[in-house]
C-alpha cells in the first residue's frame, strides 16, 4: 500500500463524506471521477442542504487518491480511464 503524502482537508473531507452516502459507494461497484462528482453534486450535506462547493474531475480525483477509503482499481477503455472502489 502506498503511503499517503498529504492530509485531507475539511472542504475535501466533506466531499469524501457526501460520496460515501451516496448511491454510487452504496453499490460496492466501480465508478469514474465523473460518476462521483455526479453523486458528490447532488448528495446534501449532512445539515439537509445541497454543497456550493462542488469539486471538478481533477480536484476529486486527487482527493480520491489522497483518501484511504477509495483506490483505483482498474483502467477503462481506450483513454485509460481510472476506476474507483472502497478499499478493503
Given amino acids: 500500500m502506498r503511503t ?19 448511491e454510487l459507494v452504496k453499490d460496492e461497484e466501480l465508478f469514474t471521477v465523473k460518476e462521483a462528482v455526479h453523486a458528490v453534486s447532488q448528495t446534501p450535506l449532512k445539515s439537509g442542504r445541497m454543497p456550493l462547493l462542488i469539486p471538478n474531475r481533477d480536484k476529486l480525483s486527487r482527493v480520491l487518491g489522497k483518501s484511504e477509503e477509495f483506490e483505483k482499481s482498474e483502467f477503462k477503455g481506450r483513454n485509460k480511464t481510472n476506476l474507483w472502489r472502497l478499499a478493503q
Fill in 4 to 22: 499517503k503524502i498529504s492530509r485531507v482537508t475539511q472542504r475535501e473531507q466533506i466531499w469524501i463524506d457526501a460520496l460515501m452516502r451516496s
